[in-house]
């Protein structure tokens, strides 16, 4: 796909909006810089527009569900958009990283959408670079800001590797995580 089709512009704007008071962690900048960079990474392995809708949008359930709720989102954009949505949202039910980690990755492994798992793939390689990015400007202290040890992290993201490479098989973006996150385990 080679435009912006009207819906991918609406979904643009949805998420601008609803993610407007919502900054990422740590570096405080506008929220709406990983959404967008979720749908880049997303198009150079789809270009199934509900998947890149569903890239804009798949932080909003779990944390702008003030601003934009389920409703807003099947009546907006249909309820495949919603179902893949849905399928990355994690469990706030869960009081601990560790348990909600589990329960996200098993729900990826067993019973998501095999283009939601491309979605989560998407967003966590970009996560992943922005942990890169904030580890050369603050160093160590990046771990401050997060629920979960170093450790913790080097686990996580080679648990999505994993688990991304047995849904979908290997390609360009999983190149990419496997490659972060060798990295990880050397930071
Ligand atoms: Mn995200």
């Given at each position: 796909m080679s435009i912006l089709t009207p819906r991918l512009r609406r979904a643009i704007t949805v998420a601008a909006v609803a993610h407007r008071d919502h900054v990422r962690k740590?570096?405080?900048?506008?929220y709406i810089t990983h959404l967008f960079s979720v749908m880049h990474l997303l198009r150079s392995v789809t270009d199934d527009e509900d998947v890149l809708i569903a890239g804009l949008l798949h932080d909003t359930l779990e944390d702008v569900p003030e601003h934009y709720s389920a409703g807003h989102l099947e009546a907006d954009f249909g309820a495949r958009v919603l179902r893949l949505v849905r399928d990355l949202?994690?469990?706030?039910?869960?009081?601990?990283w560790r348990d909600r980690s589990e329960a996200y990755l098993n729900h990826l492994e067993h019973h998501a959408d095999r283009d939601a798992v491309l979605i989560s793939l998407a967003d966590k390689t970009h996560n992943l670079m922005s942990i890169f990015d904030d580890h050369e400007v603050?160093?160590?202290?990046?771990?401050?800001?997060?629920?979960?040890?170093r450790e913790e992290n080097q686990w996580w993201y080679a648990q999505i590797h994993r688990v991304a490479v047995a849904r979908v098989g290997r390609n360009q973006l999983t190149d990419e995580l496997g490659e972060l996150v060798r990295r990880l385990q050397l930071l």
């Open positions: 740590g570096s405080g900048i506008p949202t994690k469990d706030d039910s869960l009081p601990r603050i160093g160590e202290r990046l771990w401050e800001r997060f629920n979960s040890t």
